[in-house]
């Protein structure tokens, strides 16, 4: 175990953030977002040195790893630790909220709540997050798991659109309905650990130890998989989201669909599938079902959405759908894919978000034809409009595409049927994509447009053009994140207790072929 606790303290610095924050003196907005500013970049910059002390060749599953009693007589341990893939999903966060408060420095000064309760909000939700992903206690990430649906259900009520109040209480509700499943699991998982060892634990290096009757895995598993299904979100629980990211600011929607959505896709890998290896290979066939409709079923829908923000919304549920088709594969290549793709989508989505957002605040309206022809009067966000676009459709060179690629190829070797299905959601994302994108940027502009769009400004700019080199540079660079998702992802493979299925082609020997 680290001497130093990295961890706690990458989670605290938010946490501390937000409180100074919202202590901060009522009517001192721009002190307020330069103060919640530099506390982001500071958690930035501890990621950044996380990231280069992090070894992708340790022995041990978890590094920076810390575990301290809790409740000892429930077994409950304050238990952090990080693999490669919590790593990745840590740091996206890290990137996007800064970014974030850049792009949305204005959001809040004309909204119910107040301009320091929105920054400190964004502070306590990142601090929640680091949590989430280095928890190693399933306790302790039940915890955090429904804490963190608090300061998301703030900046959706307080600071969404006109019907942000019902698609904040629906978010929440659906989360706590998931979340409610998922501690009667946890709970079971506790008796039957007890019954096994002797001492009841909630610990994960014990808990994927224990050979857990089939029949049990079975249950306990659907309570467990039924909340991160929600989280996902998969069809047909996936209903909140187009809600919620659509009345959300543009900043809160990059946070809840690029980043907190991704806890249900790592739950699965890091605990569904290591946890309840039986019962995860039992209902694979139906999840690799729900996963390819929700592929297609997601796509349809974004085709045909008239407002911008939901458009957005219906792409990443067909998104999450290859995410999901790719942790049930049970191929390294696939689940590699899945990994990469959850930091990818993050960063596509962000960008799609964020100029959905510059655009919106200008047009004052949501309304897809109410734009057009915006690329004559600011040529520069249309062409970032664009290559965010490309990158959601998956064109090669672009960063979606890699790990697409990888999800569908592995895919293929166990599932051959389900991943060309899939396939035809790379033809709709590309109609939902660039219908969009003619729709609202091509053309000629209308007088509203020509009057209220202006060109991206300087801190936009300096907002958007990380997210857009990011989403570059993984394109050519994929190996990046693989390096470091790889280790974790094979680990898990040999937990379950799966290997990559044999190529399905003739192999020339001596003498003959076979």
């Known amino acids: 175990m680290t001497t130093v606790p990295w961890l706690t303290i990458l989670a605290v610095v938010p946490l501390a953030g937000a409180l100074v924050v919202a202590l901060l003196p009522k009517g001192a907005d721009l002190l307020a977002k330069r103060v919640a500013l530099a506390f982001s970049l500071l958690v930035l910059a501890g990621t950044v040195f996380l990231a280069l002390q992090f070894s992708a060749d340790a022995t041990t599953q978890f590094q920076f790893a810390e575990q301290h009693d809790w409740i000892p007589a429930f077994g409950v341990s304050y238990a952090v630790g990080v693999d490669g893939i919590a790593l990745v999903l840590i740091a996206l966060s890290a990137v996007l909220v800064p970014i974030v408060m850049i792009a949305g420095w204005h959001e809040a000064d004309n909204a119910v709540g107040s301009v320091k309760g929105y920054f400190a909000l964004l502070l306590a939700l990142e601090a929640c997050i680091v949590w989430v992903f280095s928890a ?69 290096a014990t808990l994927v130890g224990l050979d857990i009757d089939p029949g049990t895995q079975k249950l306990l598993f659907l309570g467990v998989f039924f909340a991160f299904a929600v989280k996902a979100p998969m069809v047909p629980v996936h209903t909140w989201l187009p809600d919620a990211a659509g009345e959300a600011t543009p900043g809160s929607a990059v946070l809840l669909v690029g980043v907190l959505d991704k806890v249900g896709t790592f739950g699965m890998l890091r605990y569904c599938l290591p946890i309840f290896p039986d019962a995860a290979a039992f209902y694979a066939p139906v999840i690799i079902a729900i996963a390819v409709v929700g592929i297609i079923y997601g796509a349809l829908l974004a085709i045909g959405q008239s407002d911008l923000k939901r458009l957005i919304a219906y792409t990443s549920v067909s998104h999450f759908g290859f995410i999901v088709l790719g942790i049930f594969a049970f191929t390294s290549q696939a689940q590699s894919g899945s990994a990469l793709y959850m930091v990818n989508h993050g960063f596509s989505t962000a960008a799609l978000f964020l100029i959905a957002g510059f655009l919106i605040s200008r047009r004052g309206s949501t309304l897809i034809d109410d734009f057009g022809g915006v690329a004559k009067v600011a040529p520069v966000m249309a062409g970032l409009f664009l290559i965010a676009g490309l990158s959601s459709l998956a064109l090669p060179g672009l960063s979606t595409f890699v790990s697409e690629f990888l999800v569908l190829v592995g895919t293929f070797t166990r599932y051959p049927v389900a991943a060309g299905v899939a396939t035809l959601g790379i033809i709709l994302a590309a109609v939902y994509i660039l219908w969009m994108y003619q729709r609202t940027m091509t053309g000629e502009p209308g007088d509203e447009v020509r009057s209220k769009v202006t060109e991206i400004k300087g801190r936009e700019v300096l907002a958007i053009a990380p997210v857009v080199a990011l989403i570059i540079a993984l394109g050519f660079v994929p190996q990046v994140v693989l390096n470091v998702v790889n280790p974790a992802v094979e680990r898990n493979m040999v937990t379950v207790g799966v290997t990559d299925p044999p190529p399905q082609v003739a192999v020339a020997i001596e003498g003959g072929s076979k």
């Open 136 to 204: 190693t206690d399933l306790f302790l990430f039940y915890v955090f798991f429904e804490v963190m649906l608090i300061p998301m259900y703030f900046l959706i009520g307080r600071y969404g659109g006109p019907r942000r109040q019902y698609a904040a209480v629906k978010f929440l509700l659906y989360s706590l309905l998931g979340g409610l499943l998922m501690l009667a699991a946890i709970i079971g998982l506790y008796v039957v650990s007890a019954q096994m060892t002797g001492t009841g634990t909630f610990d994960y």
